[in-house]
């Protein structure tokens, strides 16, 4: 039985360390975001197609991050209940 609360409080410790990362790095993604369109908005000598890829990049890499976290919060939920008896 102390083993099964064990293994259940490093699923646990694994998913708040997961959490803490992954916000940090949203965080990062969104600051670059931030900076990357304002200087893009500054930048008028960029044409329209490069800007258009740049945001398509950008749409990806949310999208990218986005089911990241779907599949991570589903993987250690799915591991919760394993541990839960």
């Known amino acids: 039985m102390e083993q099964q609360k064990i293994a ?8 708040a360390t997961f959490n803490n ?7 990062f993604q969104e600051q670059f975001e931030h900076v990357a369109n304002t200087v893009l908005d500054q930048a008028t000598w960029i044409p329209a ?12 890499a949310k999208t990218g991050r986005d089911n990241l ?5 589903d993987s250690y939920k799915h591991a919760q209940n394993i541990f839960a008896g």
């Open 21 to 27: 990362a992954f916000n940090a790095n949203t965080l």
């Open 49 to 60: 197609e490069g800007r258009k890829i740049i945001d398509s990049w950008a749409a990806t």
């Open 69 to 73: 976290k779907k599949y991570m919060d």
């Open 8 to 15: 259940k409080q490093m699923v646990e410790f694994g998913q």
